[in-house]
């Protein structure tokens, strides 16, 4: 039987906790190639080279006075000055994020360890308070069953 997915099927989380109300999650894989051509060849040659993966995703700001998944990645990456001296604060915190297509208990999903990378907050008349993240995965996924 053949199954397409739809967003309603995504799912993501954060330290192993469901976000609430994300809106759409992304990610990116690409490799660079490595030249191996030397000077008495024709044609150029290449074997597989460093790969990297970058994302993003878009949540809610939605906050159910137990859990704000928004908030928890943005305090990830933007973190206040200690005392009077502003350009001091504390580093920003890695995280591991599970992106998921669940369709009833069949789960496909990436797992890995990210720094992000950016972080906006987006409020528009006639528009939910939302937040858009940017990551970059840190070495090769934890895990992968898409």
């Not at 199954?3 to 995504?10: D, L």
């Not at 993501?12 to 999650?25: E, N, Q, R």
């Not at 998921?100 to 990436?110: A, M, R, S």
């Not at 797992?111 to 970059?136: C, D, K, P, R, Y």
């Amino acid at each position: 039987m053949s199954n397409f997915y739809s967003g309603q099927n995504g799912r993501l989380l954060i330290d192993g906790t469901t976000a609430a109300k994300v809106t759409s999650w992304s990610f990116s894989s690409s490799m660079s190639p490595l030249a191996t051509t030397s000077l008495e060849d024709t044609d150029q040659t290449f074997i597989n080279g460093i790969r990297s993966m970058t994302g993003s995703a878009r949540l809610y700001y939605y906050d159910d006075g137990s859990t704000n998944s928004a908030s928890t990645l943005i305090r990830k990456l933007i973190k206040t000055r200690s005392g009077s001296d502003p350009g001091k604060a504390a580093q920003s915190e890695n995280t591991t994020l599970k992106l998921q297509v669940v369709e009833g208990t069949t789960v496909k999903d990436v797992e890995m360890e990210v720094l992000l990378t950016s972080a906006s907050m987006n409020m528009a008349v006639g528009e939910v308070l939302s937040a858009e993240v940017a990551f970059q995965v840190n070495g090769a996924p934890k895990g992968l069953s898409l």
